[in-house]
């Protein structure tokens, strides 16, 4: 409970500071004010019922239809008093409510109502749940920071370093223009709901917690909320907003032509030139290097190999399309993807080896997945040209360090499984004496 107690003073200080930095630099309400807000104004589309659901892994199945029947129930009543006095509405704000209702509630009713482990499992559910929902909020204010704190973009430098690689945003964009519309679709869905597979994955982890009493010691949650907690941080050090920004149109009406360093993406690649900070607007977020969305694409991938067969296809479809999305929407170089790849390796690694106890293998995966993240940034950034101008000497280094990383991962994890006991010999029988 100390321990506990611990974190939430901490991820509650982390909160307020936050929420401090978006008033500060962008004038608008931080994370704990827009999830206060959304107790009675409508909800930004997010992950609130996955919250619920992650949540309701504690609760029996009696009280999870009550749970969810209830969460149904709010979120009409809202909806009817919202068309009742004519209240607008945002285009998929409709609901959600309920959903953060119910999760309030179960924690007071942990509180007021439960006692001994049942508390502990109920108010672990809860804060599950509502960490969920914080981190989707303390992820849009860490991209608004990045945009008003970060002025200018090294998006030259990386896509010269790209050269290494042979441009695989480019020829991915082209690729996928060339598609058609429904297969953009699809992949653009995919790329949008991959909350949605890290809840499908990490509910099959935690369906056995009521009957248990107890949580995993490691699951997909944790993974998914270490990477997003820890990788902003890098978004400060290598500020970068992607092809489609600095070499493209940019979308949704945000960036554009006129902040883009040339009109170039998709169709021709940029060239190869002493690369050098160049200014970006207020609103873009930096928020590239590394790819995070590939940082979580792998840990859904990395924790369904030991599901059923069909989530492990799932896993590899969502690891595949997210790779194509993020490449053919001109979200990120190859670069990022590379260096999104060994950044989850190394987070997955050390929740481990933390877990297991440290050891020399444990300590030795980690170092090595610091240190070639730390050389590609480093390559990045200060060896472009040299990478652009030796294409076949650096693309294969860069692939073969991600390599090392792959390769060290799967033979450590796999040694630290347990070993399963061999089968006693039966003796062999005795002629009887005559």
Request: net charge positive; aromatic share 12%; charged share 15%.
């Given at each position: 409970?100390?321990?506990?107690?611990?974190?939430?003073?901490?991820?509650?200080?982390?909160?307020?500071?936050?929420?401090?930095?978006?008033?500060?630099?962008?004038?608008?309400?931080?994370?704990?004010?827009?999830?206060?807000?959304?107790?009675?104004?409508?909800?930004?589309?997010?992950p609130?019922?996955?919250?619920?659901?992650?949540?309701?892994?504690?609760?029996?199945?009696?009280q999870?239809?009550?749970?969810?029947?209830?969460?149904?129930?709010?979120?009409?009543?809202?909806v009817?008093?919202?068309?009742?006095?004519?209240?607008?509405?945002?285009?998929?704000?409709?609901?959600?409510?309920?959903?953060?209702?119910?999760?309030?509630?179960?924690?007071?009713?942990?509180?007021?109502?439960?006692?001994?482990?049942?508390?502990?499992l109920?108010?672990?559910?809860?804060?599950?749940?509502?960490?969920?929902?914080a981190?989707?909020?303390?992820?849009?204010?860490?991209?608004?920071?990045?945009?008003?704190?970060r002025?200018?973009v090294?998006?030259?430098?990386?896509?010269?370093?790209?050269?290494?690689?042979?441009?695989?945003?480019?020829?991915?964009?082209?690729?996928?223009?060339?598609?058609?519309?429904?297969?953009?679709?699809?992949?653009d869905?995919?790329?949008?709901?991959?909350?949605?597979?890290?809840?499908?994955?990490?509910l099959?982890?935690?369906?056995?917690?009521?009957?248990?009493?107890?949580?995993?010691?490691?699951?997909?949650?944790?993974?998914?909320?270490?990477?997003?907690?820890?990788?902003?941080?890098?978004?400060?050090?290598?500020?970068?907003?992607?092809?489609?920004?600095?070499?493209?149109?940019?979308?949704?009406?945000?960036?554009?032509?006129?902040?883009?360093?040339?009109?170039?993406?998709?169709?021709?690649?940029?060239?190869?030139?002493?690369?050098?900070?160049v200014?970006?607007?207020?609103?873009?977020?930096?928020?590239?290097?590394?790819?995070?969305?590939?940082?979580?694409?792998?840990?859904?991938?990395?924790?369904?190999?030991?599901?059923?067969?069909?989530?492990?296809?799932?896993?590899?479809?969502?690891?595949?399309?997210?790779?194509?999305?993020?490449l053919?929407?001109?979200?990120?170089?190859?670069?990022?993807?590379?260096?999104?790849?060994?950044?989850?390796?190394?987070?997955?690694?050390?929740?481990?080896?933390?877990?297991?106890?440290?050891?020399?293998?444990?300590?030795?995966?980690?170092?090595?997945?610091?240190?070639?993240?730390?050389?590609?940034?480093?390559?990045?950034?200060?060896?472009?040209?040299?990478?652009?101008?030796?294409?076949?000497?650096?693309?294969?280094?860069?692939?073969?360090?991600?390599?090392?990383?792959?390769?060290?991962?799967?033979?450590t994890?796999?040694?630290?499984?347990?070993?399963?006991?061999?089968?006693?010999?039966?003796?062999?029988?005795?002629?009887?004496?005559?």
């Open positions: 409970m100390i321990l506990w107690a611990a974190v939430g003073a901490v991820a509650l200080g982390f909160l307020i500071a936050l929420e401090i930095a978006a008033r500060r630099y962008g004038g608008v309400p931080g994370p704990i004010t827009n999830q206060a807000r959304e107790v009675i104004f409508p909800p930004k589309p997010g609130l019922y996955g919250g619920l659901a992650l949540m309701m892994v504690v609760l029996t199945w009696r999870r239809f009550i749970a969810a029947g209830a969460a149904v129930g709010i979120d009409l009543v809202f009817l008093v919202r068309w009742a006095v004519g209240a607008e509405v945002p285009e998929g704000q409709f609901f959600g409510n309920g959903a953060l209702w119910v999760m309030l509630g179960c924690a007071v009713i942990a509180i007021t109502r439960r006692t001994g482990k049942e508390r502990v109920l108010l672990k559910g809860v804060g599950l749940g509502l960490l969920l929902v981190g989707r909020k303390t992820g849009d204010t860490w991209l608004l920071i990045t945009a008003k704190t002025p200018t090294l998006d030259p430098y990386v896509a010269v370093a790209d050269h290494a690689l042979g441009n695989p945003s480019w020829l991915a964009g082209r690729i996928l223009e060339a598609s058609g519309p429904f297969v953009p679709h699809v992949i869905l995919v790329y949008a709901q991959l909350a949605v597979a890290a809840i499908v994955a990490a099959y982890q935690l369906r056995n917690v009521t009957a248990d009493g107890r949580f995993p010691r490691h699951h997909l949650v944790r993974t998914f909320l270490v990477i997003g907690l820890v990788g902003p941080a890098f978004y400060m050090i290598f500020p970068v907003v992607g092809p489609i920004f600095a070499y493209g149109p940019g979308t949704s009406g945000t960036g554009g032509v006129q902040w883009a360093v040339a009109d170039l993406w998709p169709h021709t690649p940029p060239p190869v030139s002493a690369p050098h900070p200014p970006y607007d207020g609103i873009t977020p930096r928020n590239c290097m590394p790819s995070l969305h590939t940082a979580w694409a792998t840990a859904i991938f990395i924790h369904s190999r030991k599901g059923p067969r069909l989530l492990r296809y799932a896993g590899a479809f969502w690891l595949t399309a997210t790779l194509c999305a993020t053919g929407f001109g979200y990120h170089y190859g670069v990022d993807l590379v260096a999104g790849v060994v950044f989850a390796l190394t987070i997955e690694a050390a929740l481990r080896a933390y877990d297991r106890g440290w050891d020399r293998s444990g300590i030795q995966l980690v170092a090595h997945g610091t240190a070639v993240f730390a050389a590609l940034l480093a390559s990045y950034r200060y060896l472009p040209m040299e990478m652009a101008e030796h294409p076949w000497v650096f693309g294969p280094l860069v692939l073969l360090s991600m390599g090392s990383v792959i390769y060290s991962y799967v033979r994890t796999r040694s630290w499984e347990p070993k399963a006991a061999a089968p006693a010999l039966r003796p062999e029988p005795q002629p009887e004496p005559v």
